[in-house]
C-alpha cells in the first residue's frame, strides 16, 4: 500500500524553528491532500496544515503567519516549516497523505499516516 516516513522533530525553545518532512512510498497512483496534524496530551489530533495537489493550503488559526507547508509532487514529500515556534505547540505531529494506490489489479483510495514525530518547545 503506502508508507509515510516523518524526519525533522525534536526539541528547540520558543522563537525557534523547526522543519518536518514526510515522504510517501509505495504503489501509489497520485497523492490528493497532503498534510499535518497534531496531538498534544489529553487532547484530540487536530488539523494543523494542508495542502492539495494543486497547492492550495490552509492553516489552523493557532499558526497561521507561523507555519508554512509546502509539497513537492514529484518527490511525494510535504514539508512543514514551523517558526516562531511556542510551548503550546509542543505535539506529537502527524503526516497525513490521501493516496490512491494500486493494489491487486484494482485503485483505491483513503486518508494514510505517519507514524509520528515530536516536537518539544521549551519556555
Known amino acids: 500500500q503506502v508508507q509515510l516516513v516523518e524526519s525533522g522533530g525534536g526539541w528547540v525553545q520558543t522563537g525557534g524553528s523547526l522543519r518536518l518532512s514526510c515522504t510517501a512510498s509505495g504503489n501509489i497512483a497520485s497523492t490528493n491532500a497532503m498534510g499535518w496534524y497534531r496531538q498534544a496530551p489529553g487532547n484530540q489530533r487536530e488539523l494543523v496544515a494542508r495542502?492539495?495537489?494543486?497547492?492550495?493550503?490552509n492553516y489552523a488559526d493557532s499558526v497561521e503567519g507561523r507555519f508554512t507547508i509546502s509539497r513537492d509532487n514529484a518527490k511525494r514529500m510535504v514539508d512543514l516549516q514551523m517558526n516562531s515556534l511556542k510551548p503550546e505547540d509542543t505535539a506529537v505531529y502527524y503526516c497525513?497523505?490521501?493516496?490512491?494506490?494500486?493494489?491487486?489489479?484494482?485503485?483505491?483510495?483513503?486518508?494514510?499516516w505517519g507514524q509520528g514525530t515530536q516536537v518539544t518547545v521549551s519556555s
Open positions: 495542502i492539495t495537489n494543486s497547492g492550495l493550503t
Open positions: 497525513n497523505v490521501l493516496a490512491t494506490y494500486l493494489s491487486g489489479q484494482n485503485y483505491y483510495r483513503r486518508d494514510f
